[in-house]
């Protein structure tokens, strides 16, 4: 963990998905397998890429990546 002066701390700026575009670098920020404040670095590879669940259900407007995700990411 990284200790800093709330004073010097500055939010990140959270960009919007519909100005993404293939190619670009992208980060993902989680929790996988439970090491905490892990970052991982991809490329987008694909947009509104549809995900087909087990059940059936459909969800759609997916971002696909390169980026190493594992559960907890």
């Known amino acids: 963990m990284v200790e800093a002066p709330k004073e010097i701390l500055k939010p ?9 575009k293939v190619g670009q670098q992208c980060l ?21 890429r549809d995900i087909f669940s087990k059940t059936g259900v459909t969800i759609g407007g997916g971002i696909q990546t ?6 907890g990411n």
């Not at 993902?28 to 509104?48: C, E, K, M, Q, R």
Request: hydrophobic residues 40%; without cysteine; aromatic residues 6%.
């Open 12 to 20: 990140i700026k959270v960009g919007e998905s519909s100005s993404l």
């Open 28 to 48: 993902a920020i989680g929790n996988p397998f439970g090491f905490d404040h892990t970052l991982t670095v991809g490329v987008i590879s694909g947009l509104n």
């Open 66 to 71: 390169d980026a190493a995700i594992n559960p």
